[in-house]
């Protein structure tokens, strides 16, 4: 199929589809993909997406009989978490697998530290899977987001809320209440990279697993996430 594009770098992509008799088309700082002519759906992916998301694979095959947390993204650790700026964290996908048993309720949440010292933290949840007494005990949860993302910045002021997302209450975990999955600057947390290996900070991105009823657990759990840095603005 004859086509004739202007793809240089920082430059408008022009995309005529001459077979079809279309016009060309101006798309800013996005393209195209897949086989399908404009006329047919299309998914629009942008330079930002295209060019500087990262994935993060988080799995867990151990049990969840409790409270459970997981640091799955590190906002200014830049080396083992790779993205180019630290003002906040942005995500496109998420992709939430798990396996539990029939009788197990409780909920997967995501949210992000707003306020954190060595003893106690807030987070802001802005994702939830609730699971209830089911046959379905192997679930799959995709949230796609793009071509925009959620904007997960944190608003210095107090309270501490994230400027972009309408979310709330914050949840104060004390040490008192939590044993080992408190979070606080003090303790390491769970991460892609292992059992305790991160200590946590403001705008990290955590995951919390609640068990609220039922003698079994979840078996299984796999998040898989889109994401990049950008400037708090």
């Not at 004859?2 to 077979?19: M, Q, V």
């Not at 210095?156 to 209440?177: E, F, W």
Request: charged share 20%; proline share 7%; aromatic share 10%.
């Amino acid at each position: 199929m004859p086509t004739s594009k202007n793809t240089a770098p920082n430059s408008p992509i022009y995309d005529r589809r001459e077979r079809f008799g279309a016009k060309p088309v101006l798309l800013p700082q996005a393209h195209f993909t897949g086989p399908n002519p404009p006329e047919a759906p299309e998914l629009l992916v942008t330079e930002t997406e295209r060019e500087r998301n990262t994935f993060v694979f988080y799995h867990k095959d151990v049990g969840i009989i409790g409270d459970e947390w997981a640091l799955l993204i590190d906002l200014d650790d830049t080396t083992l978490w790779p993205h180019d700026r630290t003002g906040r964290i942005d995500i496109s996908t998420i992709q939430l697998i798990y396996d539990k048993r029939n009788n197990h309720q409780g909920d997967i949440s995501l949210g992000v530290i707003t306020r954190i010292d060595n003893t106690s933290a807030d987070v802001f949840f802005f994702f939830i899977e609730l699971f209830r007494n089911s046959q379905n005990n192997i679930v799959t949860v995709f949230r796609n987001y793009a071509p925009s993302q959620i904007k997960l910045g944190v608003n210095q002021a107090l309270p501490r809320q994230l400027t972009k997302v309408l979310a709330g209450p914050p949840m104060d975990h004390l040490a008192a209440s939590l044993t080992n999955t408190t979070l606080n600057l003090l303790t390491p947390m769970d991460s892609p990279y292992g059992t305790a290996t991160t200590i946590p900070g403001v705008g990290d991105v955590v995951a919390k697993y609640t068990k609220t009823a039922g003698s079994n657990a979840v078996i299984h759990t796999c998040f898989q996430i889109m994401y990049h840095g950008e400037f708090n603005v």
